[in-house]
């Protein structure tokens, strides 16, 4: 992460699914961890549509 979270650049930002299988991220407790609904719901990496450099 390299600057703050803004609602407006949302449309420029990208976003990949927590819980991915693909990441084989072992997260702790995760059973425990309070998640919002747009993180539930963002795409697996392998629906993730890259973004174009004249967009950032």
Do not use: G, R, T
Not at 7 to 30: C, G, H
Not at 47 to 56: F, Q, S, W
Request: charged content about 35%.
């Amino acid at each position: 992460v390299n600057d703050y979270w803004a609602l407006e650049l949302k449309p420029k930002y990208a976003f990949v699914n927590y819980a991915d299988p693909s990441l084989d991220i072992q997260w702790e407790n995760l059973e425990e961890a309070e998640v919002s609904e747009a993180d539930k719901n963002h795409p697996l990496l392998k629906d993730v549509k890259p973004l174009k450099a004249e967009d950032l």
